[in-house]
């Protein structure tokens, strides 16, 4: 099984600040690597897939780069919106999927 | 556009059993695979079990095989998760999530919004 870990656990910045997310895994996964974003009472959402590419809706100021164990998530200029709990996501060795415990992005 | 709806969930005590169930809208359900994912409270998210679209593929995470059984209903659009011997540890909001691909699979692109599941005597 491949395990996920994301850094830092908790990140508290002020709106208009950049966020940068971090996600390893314990084996490669290539570019096979998600970024899902969670908020209370509402349904999780996909943000990136193939390690940087932005799904659906998803706006310009989110990006994900990376490859193999090194994953990044960055937002350019968090909005009140985008104060969430992320967590990163491998799919190229399953069963299972594997997700990291997440980061949880607050105000400052 | 897409939309799961789960429902289901319930209070029920250790060894008791439930059925969740989804129902899917605004896709070509028998064309996607699809996925049951818990969180825990406190905690982060969990891959429970996944079908394939036409259900002759079906995966399991360890702690939940030979308990847990999913299924899906193409006619009715709707994917189920029958989960019996049911543990304090399964005490969780269940997602149905649909996956990307049909007959293989790879990232899950779209999420319900979940249903409590609580298992306390």
């Known amino acids: 099984e491949i395990v996920m870990t994301q850094s830092p656990a908790t990140l508290s910045l002020s709106p208009g600040e950049r966020a940068t997310l971090s996600c390893r895994a314990s084996q490669s996964v290539g570019s096979n690597l998600a970024w899902y974003q969670l908020k209370p009472g509402q349904a999780p959402r996909l943000l990136i897939y193939r390690a940087s590419t932005r799904a659906t809706g998803i706006p310009a100021t989110f990006s994900g780069t990376g490859s193999g164990t090194e994953f990044t998530l960055t937002i350019s200029s968090l909005q009140s919106e985008d104060f969430a709990v992320y967590y990163c996501q491998q799919y190229d060795n399953w069963p299972p999927w594997t997700f990291g415990q997440g980061t949880k992005v607050e105000i400052k | 556009q897409v939309q799961l709806v789960e429902s289901g969930g319930g209070v029920v005590q250790p060894g008791e059993s439930l059925r969740l169930s989804c129902a899917a809208s605004?896709?070509?359900?028998?064309?996607?695979?699809m996925h049951w994912v818990r969180q825990a409270p406190g905690k982060g998210l969990d891959w429970v079990a996944v079908?394939?679209?036409?259900?002759?593929?079906?995966y399991y995470e360890d702690s939940v095989k030979g308990r847990f059984t999913i299924s899906r209903d193409n006619s009715m659009k709707t994917v189920y998760l029958q989960m019996n011997s049911l543990r304090i540890e399964d005490t969780a909001v269940y997602y149905c999530?649909?996956?990307?691909?049909?007959?293989?699979?790879?990232?899950?692109?779209?999420w319900g919004q979940g249903t409590l599941v609580t298992v306390s005597s």
């Open positions: 079908i394939s679209n036409d259900g002759n593929k079906k």
């Open positions: 605004g896709f070509t359900f028998s064309a996607y695979g």
């Open positions: 999530v649909k996956d990307r691909w049909g007959g293989n699979f790879e990232y899950f692109d779209y």
